[in-house]
Nanobody
């Protein structure tokens, strides 16, 4: 079983930055974490991909986010990070951590990011 603990959300003004963290814990082996990433869901909208990073370090970003957002991971800590710069009001959403472990999806509880104009 994998537990995910997210942190780093909050309220920020447009143009500001936030860094989200998600730590995976439990009886897990880092080598079996194939993918770590972030999704977000704004009110009234579907959940969408923000970014993910694979075990080999390759990354993939949702449309229009690369350049402002950067995903990284620390395999020694089983932690994934999302650095968000130049935030816009439309980035306001609940951000969910996602981990693919042993071919199963695990989700965090979500952390609110609010960007004021």
């Amino acid at each position: 079983q994998v537990q995910l603990v997210e942190s780093g959300g909050g309220l920020v003004q447009a143009g500001g930055s936030l860094r989200l963290s998600c730590a995976a814990s439990g009886s897990i082996f880092s080598i079996s974490i194939s993918r770590m990433g972030w999704y977000r869901q704004a009110p009234g909208k579907q959940r969408e991909l923000v970014a993910y990073i694979s075990s080999d370090g390759s990354t993939h970003y949702g449309d229009s986010l690369k350049g402002r957002f950067t995903i990284s991971r620390d395999n020694t800590k089983n932690t994934v990070y999302l650095q968000m710069n130049t935030l816009k009001p439309e980035d306001t959403a609940v951000y969910y951590c996602n981990v693919v472990y042993d071919y199963r999806d695990y989700w965090g509880q979500g952390t609110q990011v609010t960007v004021s104009s």
